[in-house]
């Protein structure tokens, strides 16, 4: 064993500390409770920021194609289709759908807003998961059939629209008369209302079906691209090279890591820099824990001396010592890491007994993109969070225990 009984009996009992030495107990506790709020705090923060990222990435892919393939001129893909059939062959390829997409002015008889307009076929609304979810068969009936468009919940909300009312789209590209260039204006029933829970996309997306859509942007048979779908999408790199050399000449391949780079990088610099700053909880805590283990060390000079002359070697002084401080951080790093888990677990139910409370939104959907606040814990994080707070707990301990191991007997009782 680490420690004998005697030494773990003297650690537990230096831990807790007597009436005359409760300065020193009251340090140790902050110094506990510091380690404890560090270590709950940073896998709180790094849970829910893994589960932002893995929820926005998720949507991401779920909503738009893992590759895409766009023509350098501006007329738009033509021959699509035999570009599709090739493409399609490639091992990791599950889909390639042609759409429209185009910037609209979306108006009703009392507000306007801008919006985007993709034009998909039916049949490729699947390839979606996350829309395709939340569309019933009377939704996606209506696309098919009647040509209807979807519209999201929160613009549907914002508009004051339902299911079988009609608005109008305005396009930004005119059409020439013999009176001069006027706006393209189409009105359009609302087939169905999806919601994705991604903000961006449930208020400011339309999806319409692919001929009404090349009519109404004036495409023709051409599309403004391709997007493809991989069952691999985080092995993306690769395949955009083996895509690029079959689109040929004229075509720009882009895939979902850089239509969202900025986004991406933004993401992971805010989770390293939080990372760096919540460890410093830790840290001042572990320098608690050497301030109050100093303070018991010298409280405890009397004793040291008299366990050294009764034959305590200066090894059985350090272990005593140093288990004392270290008790304090795996303590506080237990207790903390139980926390910080059942706060993940449950931390929507917390969210909103929170916002109940205090009557005010803590999780903006406008803000965040997501209609639900996301944590996902990851088992290896918590580990190096669980070692990182443990390890400097230790570290903390290591110069007062070596001080109280160099403590002369003959020293102290002289003067006793």
Known sequence: MFLSPVESLLALRYVRARRSEGFISVIAWFSLAGIMLGVATLIIVMSVMNGFRAELINRIL?????????????GGLENYNELAVRLIELPTIIAATPQIEGQVMVSTDSQNIGAVVRGVFWS??????????????????????DRAVLIGKTMAFKLGLQVGDRLTLLAPRGRATAVGTLPVRRAVRIGGIFDVGMYEYDSSFVFMPLEEAQGFFGYGEAVTGLELYSSNPLGIAELGGQVAELAGPGKRVFDWRDRNSSFLNALEVERNVMFLILTLIILVAAFNIISSMIM???????????????????????????MTGAMIGLVGTAVGTILGLLFCWNIETIRRWLESLSGTELFSAEIYFLTKLPAKVDSVEVLMVIAMAISLSLLASLYPAWRAAGIAPAEVLRYE
């Not at 490729?124 to 059939?145: C, G, M, N, V, Y």
């Not at 018991?296 to 140093?322: E, P, Q, Y």
């Open 296 to 322: 018991l060390v010298r409280s405890k000079h009397s004793d040291i001396a008299v366990l050294r002359t009764m034959g305590a070697s200066r090894g059985l002084v350090l272990r005593v010592f140093f």
């Open 62 to 74: 779920g909503l738009n194609g893992h590759l895409a393939i766009y023509s350098a001129e501006a």
């Open 124 to 145: 490729d609304l699947a390839a979606r998961a996350p829309l395709w979810k939340s569309l019933d068969e009377q939704a996606i009936e209506a696309f098919r059939e």
